[in-house]
C-alpha cells in the first residue's frame, strides 16, 4: 500500500503537485500535503461533515474521498474564502450571529453553506435547514447556525 | 471603537460584542492539535474483549511496538477519595496482564505515519484468555458476579450516604409516597474534535511540551510528571484551539502519558489523533444510572420527605482529577433539587464494571437527578389531581439564603418568578385546548416542565466536601501591561469555545478604559499562564473572571496612582477611560501607553512610591452560586412509529448578571441540544460480552439542525450575592433542563394511553414498546384475559 502515485489538487486555485498512496483520502492530502489545516476531520466516516469542502462547486466529505479522485478538479477550503483581506459573507455573518463556539465544524459548515447557496441561491428555510441537518455541531444548537446562514444567503442574493 | 468605563455610564459588561476567538476560526486560522506536523504517529492496540489476561503479543519483526513491560518505574494513575468508603484502585497507563473493557489501550504501536501504524496494528497477535465479565452495575452487585479490582471488594468502589435525623418518622407519617423507578443509559460527549495528543523533546533543555485537546492543562502536567516520575518543570502543557470538551476532555488519558514517555524515549515528536471510534469506545462516557426515589407529601401536596438510592455505573476505573465519585456523589448532593423539604435519606453508589470508565460530561448527573425528580413532581401532581405547575407552586424554594436538606447554601435567585415567567409565555390554557383538538385527530401533542438549580462557580470548599486527593476550585489572573501600553491577562482557566477571551475582556475593559479588542487573553499554556484549575463545572466566568476583576481592579488602582504623579492632579479626579487617563473636568490627560513606558522605564520619576512595571494578580476561590431555570417543552409524538419531535422549547432562565447576552444565548443553546439529544437520541449499547455496538456517529446520534426547534429565551437577573461580578455561571443549565421538559411531555402526550416512559433516552423503540406493552395490557383487561407474552 505504499506506492505513491503523483497528482495535481488545484485547491483555492493554487496547484499542488503531490504523490500519494492510493489509499489516502482527499481530507489527509488536503491537510497534511498541501498543509490546510483549515479543513478538519471530525469522524472519517462521512457523518459529521466538519471536512466538508467543495470539489468542482459541489459539497464534499473529504473523508469519503480517496485524493487520486480528486486529480485536476478545483477543490475550494476555508482558506479560499476570505479575497484579499475581506471575509466572505457568510463567514461575517457566523460572526455577527455567533454561529460557533469552538470552532471545529465551523470550516464544514462554512463550505456546506457556501456550496448549497452558490448552486441553489433561492433555497427555501425549510430545505436549507434539510441541507444543513447533513454536519453535526455539538457547541451551538444550532439556532445561531441556521440564522447566519439564512442571513447570508439574504446578501448573497443582493436583498 | 470607542472605550467607556466606569462613570460614563456605557460599560462594555453587558454588551454583545462579537467574539474576539472568531476571526481565525472562521478563516481556518485556528490552531488544533492534530494540526502539528511530527516525526512519529501512534496508533493504540485496544483490547477486543471485556475482560481477560493477556496471554502474549506478537510484534512484527522491526516493527516499535511498546507495552505495559516497557514502561518500568511508571506508575499508574491513580485517582483518590478520603471519603465515602472509597476504594482507590490503580488504572495501569497500558494494560498490564489484566484487560477490564473493550478498548483499553494494550500497546502503542509507532511509525513514522498514522497509516504505517495502522498497517502494524493489523499485524500484531494479541492473545488474550477471555475471562467473565459484567457490563451492568445491578449485575456487578450481585454475589458471585465477577470482581473487577479486588481493592474494591463487591465491586462497591464508593458508597455515599445521608439520613437527616427523625426521617423514619418523619416517613412513617407522610399521607403519600410517590415513587420513581429512573434509568438513565450510558453516553458520550462528543465533542467535534476527537481526543489528540502531540508531545515533543526539546533537546537543548530535556523539557517535553506536551500539546493536547485538554480542558486542564496545569493538572495534566501535575498528574503525567508525577506518573512519570519527571520533574514537573520539564513538561509544559499546551491546550491550544481546542474544539468542544463538555467534561470528556478533563480527564488525564493514559494515552497521553504514553506520547510524553515516547518523546523523552526517542528523544522527538510523536503525536495520536484518536478516531471517532476509538472516541466512542474509549473516550470516557457518563450517566449509566439507575435511580430509585421516593417522594413523601403532606395532605396539600408539600414534599416533606425524599428517600433515594442511586447506582452509577462507573466503568473500570475511576477518572483522574475528579475520581468516579463525581457522578454519584453530585447526584447525592443535589438531588433534592430547588425544592423546600427538610427530610432526606440518600444512598450513593459508584459500581465497577467491565465498560468505558465513566468521567464528568456536561451536567454531572444534574441531567439525570432533575429527569427522576422532575418525572416525580408530575407523577405527584397526577396522584394529587393538580397541574404539574400547581406542584412546582407549592414546593419551590423562595426564601435565601437557603440551606438544603443536604447542606448546600443557595444564594438569592428566581425559582418561582422564572416558572411563572415561563408559563405566562407559553400560554399554557391555549395550549391544552391545542392538545384536546388534536388528540380527536389522533395526533399526540405533550408539554413538559423542568424547574431546577444550576450549581455553578464552586471553589476549594466545595470539592474539599467530597473529599478529593486533589481538590481544584481557585484560580488566578495576571494582568499586565506592557512597556508599548498593551493589555494581557493571564489565566489559569482553559476555555474552549466557550468564548471566555471575549467575557474577561470585558470586565477588563471597563476598569481600565481600554476597548475589549485591545486586550489579550492568554490561556492553555503552562509556560505562560498561571497555575489554574482550567475550565469546566460552569466555573470559569464566575471564579476566572472574579480573579480576572480582581486583577483588573489592582491594575486600574495602579494607573490611577502613576497619572495623579504624572498629571500633578489627586487621584480621585482621574478617570479612566479611551485608553488614556483624564483628570475630570479638564482637558488634561496621559495615555496608557505612555504612563506604561514611564512605569517601566522612567521609574526613578516616582520616587520610590511607585513599583516598577504595571503587572497585578487576582485568585478569586467562591463558595459557588446557584443559577436557575423552568424549561418548556413542546413535543408531539408519532404513535405509530414512536418518533418524538420537539416543536417548542421555551426557557426562562436567571444566571445573574449577565456578561455577554450573545454568549450566554448560545451556551443555553448549545446545552439545551446535547439534553435534547440525551433526551432522545444517544446511547452508548454494549451487548452482554461487553462488545459496543454504537461505534459510529451513524449508530451513537447526536441530534441535527432538524432535532432542535427554535429556542425561545427569557431572562431575568437575580445579581449574585456570591460572585465579585454578580454574575452566575450557565454552561450546563441548558444540558440538565432538556431531559427533564422533554420526557415530562412525552408521557403528557402519552397519558391517554396510561404510558409511563421513565427511561432516557426515550428512543422510538421505547416509546413503541411502552405504547404496545400499555396497549396489551388494556385489551388484557378489556377482555379479561391474562397479559400473554
Known sequence: MTEKTPITLTVNGRNYTIAVEPRRTLADAIREDCGLTGTHIGCEHGVCGACTVLVDGEPVRSCLMFAAQADGKQIRTVEGLAKDGELHVMQQAFMDHHGLQCGFCTPGFLMLAVGVLEREPDISDEDLLDVLSSNLCRCTGYQNIVKAVRAAAKEMRGQ | ?789
Not at chain 2, 457 to 464: D, E
Not at chain 2, 769 to 780: C, D, G, N, Q, V
Open chain 2, 1 to 789: 471603537m470607542t472605550a467607556h468605563t466606569k462613570g460614563s455610564g456605557m460599560t462594555w459588561v453587558g454588551r454583545a460584542i462579537r467574539r474576539l476567538e472568531d476571526p481565525a476560526l472562521v478563516t481556518g486560522q485556528g490552531r488544533f492539535t492534530a494540526d502539528l506536523p511530527a516525526q512519529y504517529w501512534v496508533r493504540f492496540l485496544r483490547s477486543p474483549v471485556a475482560a481477560g489476561r493477556i496471554e502474549s503479543i506478537k510484534a512484527p519483526q522491526g516493527a516499535l511496538v511498546v507495552t505495559a513491560k516497557d514502561l518500568t518505574g511508571v506508575k499508574p494513575i491513580l485517582a483518590v477519595l478520603h471519603k465515602f468508603a472509597y476504594r482507590p484502585v490503580a488504572q495501569p497507563i497500558l494494560a498490564a496482564g489484566e484487560v477490564r473493557f473493550v478498548g483499553e489501550p494494550v500497546a502503542a504501536v509507532v511509525a513514522s505515519s498514522e497509516a504505517e501504524a495502522e498497517d502494524i496494528l493489523d499485524d500484531i497477535e494479541l492473545v488474550v484468555g477471555d475471562t467473565k465479565s459484567v457490563i451492568d452495575a445491578r449485575a456487578a452487585l450481585q454475589d458471585g458476579a465477577p470482581q473487577i479490582h479486588k481493592e474494591a471488594p463487591g465491586n462497591v468502589i464508593l458508597d455515599g450516604r445521608i439520613k437527616t435525623p427523625d426521617f423514619d418518622t418523619v416517613w412513617a407519617g407522610a399521607h403519600r409516597i410517590v415513587t420513581m423507578e429512573a434509568r438513565s443509559r450510558r453516553q458520550n460527549a462528543t465533542p467535534m474534535e476527537p481526543r489528540a495528543g502531540h508531545a515533543a523533546y526539546d533537546a537543548p533543555t530535556g523539557r517535553v511540551t506536551l500539546t493536547c485537546t485538554t480542558q486542564m492543562p496545569h493538572v495534566m502536567r501535575t498528574a503525567i510528571a508525577d506518573v512519570l516520575g519527571m520533574p514537573e518543570s520539564d513538561l509544559r502543557v499546551i491546550a491550544p484551539d481546542v474544539g468542544g470538551g463538555f467534561g470528556q476532555k478533563m480527564s488525564l488519558a493514559a494515552e497521553y502519558v504514553v506520547l510524553v514517555w515516547l518523546a523523552r524515549k526517542l528523544k522527538s515528536s510523536v503525536a495520536w489523533t484518536e478516531d471517532r471510534r476509538e472516541n466512542l469506545i474509549a473516550g470516557f462516557h457518563a450517566r449509566d444510572q439507575y435511580l430509585t426515589l421516593q417522594g413523601a407529601f403532606d395532605e396539600d401536596a408539600k414534599l416533606i420527605a425524599l428517600k433515594t438510592d442511586i447506582i452509577a455505573n462507573v466503568g473500570a476505573y475511576s477518572c483522574f482529577p475528579t475520581t468516579c465519585g463525581v457522578e454519584p456523589l453530585m447526584a447525592m448532593a443535589e438531588m433534592p433539587g430547588p425544592y423546600d423539604f427538610r427530610h432526606y435519606d440518600a444512598r450513593a453508589r459508584g459500581v465497577l464494571t467491565n465498560t468505558c470508565t465513566m468521567a464528568p460530561y456536561r451536567g454531572v448527573s444534574r441531567p439525570t437527578i432533575t429527569f427522576t425528580l422532575e418525572r416525580l413532581m408530575d407523577k405527584a401532581a397526577r396522584a394529587f389531581g393538580l397541574d404539574p405547575v400547581d406542584i412546582r407552586r407549592r414546593n419551590l424554594i423562595g426564601k435565601f439564603p437557603y440551606v438544603s436538606v443536604a447542606g448546600l447554601t443557595f444564594d438569592e435567585a428566581s425559582y418561582k418568578e422564572t416558572l411563572e415567567m415561563a408559563v405566562k409565555a407559553i400560554d399554557l390554557p391555549a395550549f391544552r385546548a391545542r392538545q384536546r383538538d388534536a388528540r380527536k385527530q389522533s395526533r399526540y401533542l405533550g408539554i413538559g416542565f423542568a424547574t431546577f438549580s444550576e450549581r455553578t462557580g464552586y471553589g476549594s470548599p466545595a470539592f474539599a466536601a467530597r473529599g478529593m486527593e486533589i481538590t481544584p476550585g481557585w484560580e488566578t489572573v495576571i494582568l499586565s501591561i506592557d512597556p508599548s501600553g498593551f493589555a494581557e491577562a493571564r489565566i489559569g482557566a482553559s476555555p474552549h469555545g466557550q468564548g471566555l477571551r471575549t467575557a474577561l475582556a470585558q470586565i477588563i475593559a471597563d476598569e481600565i478604559g481600554v476597548a475589549p479588542q485591545m486586550i489579550r487573553v492568554v490561556h492553555g499554556d503552562t509556560d505562560r499562564a498561571p497555575y489554574g484549575w482550567g475550565t469546566f463545572a460552569s466555573r470559569s466566568l464566575v471564579i476566572s473572571g472574579g480573579a480576572t476583576s480582581i486583577a483588573a481592579q489592582k491594575v486600574r488602582a495602579k494607573l490611577i496612582k502613576i497619572a495623579s504623579h504624572m498629571l500633578e492632579a489627586s487621584p480621585g479626579d482621574i478617570v479612566l477611560e479611551d485608553g488614556a487617563a483624564k483628570v475630570a473636568g479638564t482637558d488634561r490627560s496621559v495615555s496608557i501607553a505612555k504612563m506604561a513606558r514611564e512605569a517601566y522605564t522612567q521609574t526613578h520619576r516616582f520616587k520610590g512610591e511607585i513599583d516598577p512595571g504595571i503587572s497585578e494578580t487576582g485568585t478569586y476561590d467562591p463558595p459557588g452560586t446557584f443559577s436557575n431555570a423552568c424549561h418548556i417543552a413542546v413535543v408531539e409524538v408519532d404513535v405509530e412509529t414512536g418518533r418524538t419531535m420537539v416543536e417548542r422549547y421555551l426557557v426562562a432562565e436567571d444566571a445573574g448578571r449577565i456578561i455577554n447576552p450573545m454568549i450566554a444565548e448560545g451556551q443555553v443553546h448549545g446545552g439545551i441540544a446535547q439534553g435534547i439529544g440525551n433526551a432522545l437520541l444517544e446511547e452508548i449499547v454494549y451487548d452482554e460480552s461487553g462488545g459496543i455496538l454504537t461505534a459510529t456517529l451513524a449508530d451513537y446520534l447526536p441530534p441535527t439542525a432538524h432535532e432542535i426547534p427554535p429556542i425561545e429565551l427569557h431572562h431575568r437577573e437575580t445579581p449574585s450575592t456570591e460572585s465579585i461580578t454578580k454574575a452566575k455561571g450557565l454552561g450546563e443549565g441548558g444540558t440538565i433542563g432538556a431531559p427533564a421538559a422533554v420526557v415530562n411531555a412525552i408521557n403528557d402526550a402519552l397519558a391517554p394511553f396510561g404510558v409511563e416512559i421513565d427511561e432516557i433516552p426515550a428512543t422510538p423503540q421505547r416509546v413503541r414498546a411502552a405504547l404496545r406493552s400499555a396497549l396489551h395490557s388494556a385489551h388484557s383487561r378489556a377482555s379479561g384475559n391474562p397479559a400473554g407474552p
